[in-house]
C-alpha cells in the first residue's frame, strides 16, 4: 500500500523559503508514475503545483515555475518543493501525491497534507 | 479564478439526485482528456471517486456516477445520504498550461 506524508515548518515568513518533504513508503519513487504537490489555501480550491517522473522530467505550473524546485532523493525515497519569496497568497495545506503514467492521470493516494502559514 | 468551472453549491433531499458540471475548455476536456472526482470531508485530504471520467475508485458506490460530453463533465448522486455532504472536486489536464486543473469545488448539501 503506497503511503505518503508531508513534513516541513508550519510557519514560513514573508519573502523567506517554503521548503517542504513527502516520504513515500510502498513503492520506488524511480520505479514509475508521477509524483508532486497540490495546494489548497484556507477555505479555497485546489491547485496543482507541479509533478515529475523520473525518467522524464519535471513539471511546474506556469504561475509559480519562477519561484519553484521540486526534487528527488531516490536513496531516500522522497522528494522536495521548494517555493521562494513567499507571500501571504502562498499560504495554504500543501499535498503531496501520486498520479498516474500520464501527466493527466487520476491523482492517487494523497498525504494527509500539511498546513503551511506565511507571516511575520 | 480556476480553469475548470463548477457550481458553488447544490443541494437536495435524502434519497433523490443531484448532478455537479464541471465545464472546460477546448484545451482540457474538449482535447478529449478524462476527468477524474474528487470527494473532500472537512479537514481531510481529497480522496478520488471517479476516474476516467467515468470509473468508480475502489468502494465507490454506484449511486455515484460520472460521464463527460464535448467540454463538460458531470458527477451525479443518487440516493442522496446524509453521508454524501462534503466537497466535491473535477479535475483534467490542460494541454495549454501543460498540467493538471481543478475546478473550484461544489458543496452538496442534504437537506
Known amino acids: 500500500q503506497v503511503q505518503l506524508q508531508e513534513s516541513g515548518p508550519g510557519l514560513v515568513k514573508p519573502s523567506e523559503t517554503l521548503s517542504l518533504v513527502c516520504t513515500v513508503s510502498g513503492y520506488s519513487i524511480s520505479s514509475g508514475y508521477y509524483w508532486g504537490w497540490i495546494r489548497q489555501p484556507p477555505g479555497k480550491g485546489l491547485e496543482w503545483i507541479g509533478s515529475f517522473y523520473h525518467s522524464r522530467g519535471t513539471y511546474y505550473n506556469p504561475s509559480l515555475k519562477s519561484r519553484l524546485t521540486i526534487s528527488l532523493d531516490t536513496s531516500k525515497n522522497l522528494f522536495s518543493l521548494r517555493l521562494n519569496s513567499v507571500t501571504a497568497a502562498d499560504t495554504a495545506v500543501y499535498y503531496c501525491?501520486?498520479?498516474?503514467?500520464?501527466?493527466?492521470?487520476?491523482?492517487?493516494?494523497w498525504g494527509q497534507g500539511t498546513l503551511v502559514t506565511v507571516s511575520s | 479564478q480556476s480553469v475548470l468551472t463548477q457550481p458553488p453549491s447544490v443541494s437536495g433531499a435524502p434519497g433523490q439526485r443531484v448532478t455537479i458540471s464541471c465545464t472546460g475548455s477546448?484545451?482540457?476536456?474538449?482535447?478529449?482528456?478524462?476527468v477524474h472526482w474528487y470527494r473532500q470531508l472537512p479537514g481531510t485530504a481529497p480522496k478520488l471517486l471517479i476516474y476516467?471520467?467515468?470509473y468508480r475508485a475502489s468502494g465507490v458506490p454506484d449511486r455515484f456516477s460520472g460521464s463527460k460530453s464535448g467540454t463538460s463533465a458531470s458527477l451525479a448522486i443518487s440516493g442522496l445520504q446524509a453521508e454524501d455532504e462534503a466537497d466535491y472536486y473535477c479535475q483534467s489536464y490542460d494541454n495549454s498550461l501543460r498540467g493538471g486543473v481543478f475546478g473550484g469545488g461544489t458543496k452538496v448539501t442534504v437537506l
Open positions: 477546448s484545451s482540457n476536456i474538449g482535447a478529449r482528456y478524462d
Open positions: 501525491a501520486r498520479s498516474g503514467i500520464q501527466l493527466w492521470d487520476r491523482v492517487d493516494p
Open positions: 476516467g471520467s467515468s
